[in-house]
């Protein structure tokens, strides 16, 4: 499986932006996925993440401004980022992990940068 993730730039505090992570192979009746990111200097860490179940789960603070969805006719998962602030500024990373083989794929990253 090969995960291209795309939507990422440059946009002013308060605006918004949506990430697309295409999958080169449909299997999303049996992965995790979400959405991770890296700052600068820090560890990558979770943003958001959706089950084949459908549950979902953000990281606090991204609660009430991101929304993970996915579209399975389309095998893309989306993250839909609202009132972005400069400390969201981070390369973003898609993610799947089969949940059958274990198998883990991450995107190449987009860069999100947010303004001041």
């Known amino acids: 499986v090969q995960l291209q993730a795309s939507g990422g730039g440059l946009v002013q505090a308060g605006g918004s932006l949506r990430l697309s992570c295409i999958a080169s192979r449909n299997v999303f009746n049996i992965v995790y996925m979400g959405w991770y990111r890296q700052a600068p200097g820090k560890d990558r860490e979770l943003v958001a993440d959706s089950t084949s179940g459908g549950i979902v789960n953000y990281a606090d603070s991204v609660k009430g401004r991101f929304t993970i969805s996915v579209d399975n006719v389309k095998s893309t998962m989306y993250l839909q980022m609202s009132s972005l602030k400069p400390e969201d500024t981070a390369v973003y990373y898609c993610?799947?992990?089969?949940?059958?083989?274990?198998?883990?794929?991450w995107g190449q990253g987009t860069q999100v940068t947010v303004s001041s």
């Open positions: 993610y799947q992990r089969n949940l059958l083989t274990k198998k883990e794929y």
